[in-house]
């Protein structure tokens, strides 16, 4: 499951991460594409970036800022203009790989 992150070493809670998460965790933010469409938010850069493949890849994360008392951000398909969407040294969730439903009736 290695091959798939960034050979850039992670911190002590993003490398745990890594360990429990079949997505993709990114330690090299500074080499990570944000394209948050505002210059004001260049340099705003997480401590990890998660692209999830599932729920439980979310939830992972959540439980894991938590424990660590890491502060959580998160992106969907757009940006926020005023970055409210990163925080500094978070623990940051790229929704934009998410992109389908399923309904369980």
Same mark, same amino acid.
């Given at each position: 499951s290695g091959e798939r992150r960034t050979a850039?070493? +992670?911190a002590p809670p993003c490398a745990a991460l890594a360990q429990r998460v079949a997505g993709e965790v #990114? +330690? @090299?933010v500074a080499a990570y594409k944000f394209n948050w469409g505002n210059k004001i +938010?260049?340099?705003i850069l997480p401590r990890c970036v998660l692209r !999830? #493949?599932?729920a439980a890849d979310v939830a992972a994360a959540v439980a894991l *800022?938590? *424990?660590e008392s890491i !502060?959580?951000?998160y992106r969907s398909g757009g940006h926020s203009y005023? +970055? @409210?969407s990163i925080k500094a040294d978070s623990l940051?969730?790229?929704l934009r790989s998410l992109n389908a439903v399923q309904l369980h009736p």
């Open positions: 850039t070493a +992670c #990114v +330690c @090299n +938010c260049d340099g !999830p #493949v599932g *800022a938590q *424990a !502060p959580l951000s005023t +970055c @409210n940051h969730i790229d």
